[in-house]
T-cell receptor, first 113, second 109 residues
Framework: NAGVMQNPRHLVRRRGQEARLRCSPM?????VYWYRQLPEEGLKFMVY????????ESGMPKERFSAEFPKEGPSILRIQQVVRGDSAAYFC???????????FGPGTRLTVL | KNEVEQSPQNLTAQEGEFITINCSYS?????LHWLQQHPGGGIVSLFM???GKKKHGRLIATINIQEKHSSLHITASHPRDSAVYIC???????????FGKGTHLIIQP
């Protein structure tokens, strides 16, 4: 049973470009969470999704950030018009039930030049 | 909003020592999580607990709901235990995890 998969593992973008981060949950998990870890800071919750639904996006920046978890395929975290302050590690986690024990992916390290 | 405090922030110990990391929070919760983040950045969920005590190998986690406090203990510590240990809480429902800043643990041989 493969764990949570994230890709790419490293992503470099120039200011103004778009970044798309993908997360495939563990088999049988329909709940996905995205977290951000800024350099030298702790983890911060961003968004909680179930298939085709956003359950809680209270941690998402109001502009440029969006997330989806379609019926088929991975969950996507999309950052439009990236800025240097978006450089961070973005972690995805999944669980079989809401706010149950979560299993984390390896993270995507985003660097904005 | 829940405030999560961890102590100590940094801890260096000798191999074999008994380690305790503390976590306190300000508002009632439905569950508390202990996570381990390795130097390479990967995150592993160690425990999720809402009451009492859980044990897995050399790791023990306890929680006191009335005191709003949890502890993570490592017995017979080993250099491979060196990592950042993170406490996180949730109120359940549509409520994001709130994280502590982490405890940087170094176990010297």
């Amino acid at each position: 049973n493969a764990g949570v998969m994230q890709n790419p593992r490293h992503l470099v973008r120039r200011r103004g470009q778009e970044a798309r981060l993908r997360c495939s949950p563990m088999k049988g998990h329909s709940h996905v969470y995205w977290y951000r870890q800024l350099p030298e800071e702790g983890l911060k919750f961003m968004v909680y999704l179930q298939k085709e639904n956003i359950i809680d996006e209270s941690g998402m920046p109001k502009e440029r950030f969006s997330a989806e978890f379609p019926k088929e395929g991975p969950s996507i975290l999309r950052i439009q018009q990236v800025v240097r302050g978006d450089s961070a590690a973005y972690f995805c986690a999944s669980s079989p039930q809401g706010w149950y024990e979560q299993f984390f992916g390896p993270g995507t390290r985003l660097t904005v030049l | 909003k829940n405030e999560v405090e961890q102590s100590p922030q940094n801890l260096t110990a000798q191999e074999g020592e008994f380690i305790t990391i503390n976590c306190s929070y300000s508002v009632g919760i439905s569950a508390l999580h202990w996570l381990q983040q390795h130097p390479g950045g990967g995150i592993v969920s160690l425990f999720m607990l809402s009451s009492g005590k859980k044990k897995h190998g050399r790791l023990i986690a306890t929680i006191n709901i009335q005191e709003k406090h949890s502890s993570l203990h490592i017995t017979a510590s080993h250099p491979r235990d060196s990592a950042v240990y993170i406490c996180a809480v949730t109120g359940g429902g549509a409520d994001g995890l709130t994280f502590g800043k982490g405890t940087h643990l170094i176990i010297q041989p």
